[in-house]
């Protein structure tokens, strides 16, 4: 594993091609199950359980149920996390080990023949989400120690980060399969300007509105009043229309909508 970011691409590709393909058997091995709804949420949870795991400088590698079964004596001293109650989860629960149950939120640690065995899940891909920040900020620290009792004597220094949220939002802008409306934050601000906007102009259309109404009222009232001569007919007529056209402004869009 690379100790530092190369700026060079060359150098970084060059070792990264040298790397083995056996896995070690201080490796932590993070377990997904073999079906689209792991490889899309599952996935994105070990990715981020691998980036912390690996910047403490430890092994780790995800890998399937499917491959796990298949090399299962060969991996049999690994520490392992599985995500999913799909996972090796549903071995443990059918031997009734550990008190596992399928449908509720769990993120525990546990020991297995001296290795240390974690499992994370929930009924549905919200809890199992919950789980895993879980086990980042509560259960991490206490497998990990049980990991490094094992295989440093106990003499790894370990310490979970803090920015775990924002570690995983990195992860899954880069992994999801799903499209994320990105846009959709960043036009928040111009569509509440364009509805302000709105607003405003409506406001300045309503006096608008009014101003003509008082102006056509003074003059209807004038009219009726020099050529009738009758006040309080002509007062009524300047209060139908000073009223009248902005009740008709507001009721007519409703009207038209």
Not at 122 to 139: H, I, L, Q, R, S
Not at 172 to 191: G, Y
Request: charged share 25%; aromatic share 12%.
């Amino acid at each position: 594993m690379l100790d530092e970011v190369y700026s060079n691409r060359k150098t970084l590709i060059r070792t990264f091609f040298q790397g083995r393909f056996n896995i070690l058997p201080e490796t932590i091995l993070i377990v997904v199950n073999t079906w689209v709804g792991a490889e899309r949420f599952d996935r994105i949870l070990a990715q981020l359980l691998k980036r912390i795991i690996t910047n403490l400088n430890i092994e780790a590698d995800i890998i399937t149920d499917a491959l796990y079964y298949k090399e299962k004596k060969k991996h049999s001293r690994n520490a392992m996390i599985c995500i999913g109650h799909k996972t090796l989860a549903i071995e443990y629960q059918e031997k009734g080990e550990f008190g596992l149950k399928p449908h509720e939120t769990t993120a525990e640690v546990f020991v297995e023949n001296q290795r240390p065995i974690a499992f994370i899940y929930g009924k549905g891909v919200k809890e199992t989400y919950e789980a895993t920040m879980d086990f980042c900020e509560n259960k991490m620290t206490i497998f990990l120690d049980k990991w490094a009792s094992r295989f440093t004597q106990g003499k790894k220094s370990i310490q979970v980060p803090s920015n775990i949220e924002e570690l995983l939002s990195e992860i899954i802008f880069s992994m999801s399969s799903i499209p994320l409306d990105v846009r959709k934050e960043n036009n928040q601000k111009a569509l509440s300007e364009t509805s302000e906007l709105k607003r405003q102009l409506q406001k300045y259309k309503f006096i608008l509105m009014l101003s003509l109404s008082a102006v056509l009222a003074i003059l209807s009232f004038l009219a009726f009043y020099y050529f009738r001569g009758n006040f309080g007919v002509s007062v009524t007529i300047f209060l139908a229309i000073l009223f009248g056209i902005p009740a008709i402004y507001a009721v007519y869009p409703k009207k038209k909508e």
